[in-house]
């Protein structure tokens, strides 16, 4: 599985992003999908899955209530959307792939990802 990461750049405070993540590949539909992030300095955490079947989501607590995470499988698409964003999130942000890490697991130092993608920067200006 190939995975794209786009959508992001420059936006202000408070303002509001949509990062895209295409799949490719065998049975992409098929993997759980989500994104994490890595800002300067920092350590990569954790920021949104969605189950394969886009029935089941799961948020870290930084951006609950702020992000919605989507899927199309049509077209093997995964989407953040980040609202109300502030210069702490800034980052770059990566998407992953995944067939049997519980959602719940994602981000936990137990699990490893199936796939990665390459990063696109977000950079939020106070």
Same mark, same amino acid.
């Given at each position: =599985? ?8 420059? =936006?202000?405070? &408070?303002?509001?992003? $949509?990062?895209?993540?295409?799949? +490719? ?8 999908? &989500?994104?994490? $992030? ?10 949104? =899955?969605?189950?394969? +079947? &886009? %029935? ?9 209530? $702020?992000? %919605?995470?989507? $899927?199309?499988?049509?077209?093997? %698409? ?29 981000? +936990? ?10 990063? %696109?920067? =977000?950079?939020? +200006?106070?």
């Amino acid at each position: =599985v190939q995975l794209q990461a786009s959508g992001g750049g420059l =936006v202000q405070a &408070g303002g509001s992003l $949509r990062l895209s993540c295409a799949a +490719s590949g065998r049975a992409a539909s098929d993997y759980d999908m &989500g994104w994490f $992030r890595q800002a300067p300095g920092k350590e990569r955490e954790f920021v949104a =899955v969605i189950k394969w +079947s &886009g %029935t089941e989501t799961y948020y870290a607590d930084s951006v609950k209530g $702020r992000a %919605t995470i989507s $899927r199309d499988n049509v077209k093997n %698409t995964v989407y953040l959307h980040l609202n109300n964003l502030k210069p702490e999130d800034t980052a770059v942000y990566y998407c992953a792939a995944d067939l049997t890490t519980p959602l719940t697991g994602w981000g +936990s130092p137990y699990y490893e990802m199936d796939y990665w993608g390459k990063g %696109t920067l =977000v950079t939020v +200006s106070s």
